[in-house]
């Protein structure tokens, strides 16, 4: 856990989950501190007028209240509820545990990618989602040459498709884009596997192809 009350601290951090305490408005000495430092001798400041100091005037004015937050606390929290924002934290993605990988173009993100996340997520808990990074070029094999969706669009079509069954990017899954691959190669035993899974006639029968041929007609994509 880190501290960090600046944006360019933030930036720098890079957290994946962000706790903003908005308890305390300005920086001052709260009265049991004052109380406790009254009899105490050869301190370097002014108990009386610390809370008015110039070092605090300048530490309010660094801050810079975060834009993008997980949890906005506005006040003081019980045990209870301390222990639930805990045990939100555990859900999270963690980068060291066993995990599914899907590698794909996503072109677009639909019902039977769905049913494949989540035939992978219960192999290993979690998955990452690999987006070939193909928009607007032929990804070089057979069939693959119409790839009209870019990055972005493809993520927020998976998140909000696995929303759907209530699972959370950043938690169960994370989504990143990755070059071309066309190609996993690999020696001896590595330490990984390569799963096929059947999902039956009907989620086979789901094809991007046609999808996008009906957001074409429907002039939802160009």
């Known amino acids: 856990m880190l501290v960090a009350p600046t944006k360019n601290s933030r930036k720098t951090f890079n957290p994946d989950y962000v706790i903003w305490l908005d308890t305390v408005k300005e920086g001052r000495v709260?009265?049991?501190?004052?109380?406790?430092?009254?009899?105490?001798?050869?301190?370097?400041?002014?108990?009386?007028?610390?809370?008015?100091?110039?070092?605090?005037?300048?530490?309010?004015?660094?801050?810079d209240p975060p834009q993008k937050i997980d949890q906005h606390v506005t006040r003081f929290l019980s045990d209870d509820e301390i222990r639930e924002i805990a045990e939100e934290l555990k859900k999270m993605f963690d980068w060291k545990k066993p995990t599914s990988q899907m590698l794909g173009r996503w072109q677009p993100w639909h019902d039977g990618h769905t049913a494949l996340f989540q035939k992978a997520l219960n192999l290993s808990g979690q998955v990452c989602i690999m987006y070939r990074d193909v928009a607007g070029v032929d990804a070089g094999v057979d069939g693959q040459a119409d790839n009209p969706?870019?990055?972005?669009?493809?993520?927020?079509?998976?998140?909000?498709?696995?929303?759907?069954?209530?699972?959370?990017?950043?938690?169960?899954?994370?989504?990143?884009?990755?070059?071309?691959?066309?190609?996993?190669?690999y020696g001896r035993g590595v330490g990984y596997t390569?799963?096929?899974?059947?999902?039956?006639?009907?989620?086979?029968?789901?094809?991007?192809?046609?999808?996008?041929?009906?957001?074409?007609k429907k002039k939802e994509l160009e």
């Open 30 to 63: 709260v009265a049991e501190k004052e109380e406790e430092l009254k009899g105490a001798k050869d301190l370097p400041f002014d108990v009386a007028t610390l809370e008015k100091s110039q070092e605090f005037e300048n530490t309010n004015k660094v801050f």
């Open 149 to 185: 969706f870019e990055f972005e669009d493809v993520k927020k079509r998976i998140i909000a498709g696995l929303g759907e069954h209530g699972y959370e990017e950043g938690n169960e899954y994370i989504v990143i884009k990755v070059p071309n691959i066309v190609d996993i190669s």
């Open 194 to 216: 390569f799963t096929e899974h059947d999902l039956g006639e009907e989620i086979h029968k789901i094809s991007a192809t046609k999808i996008r041929e009906e957001m074409r």
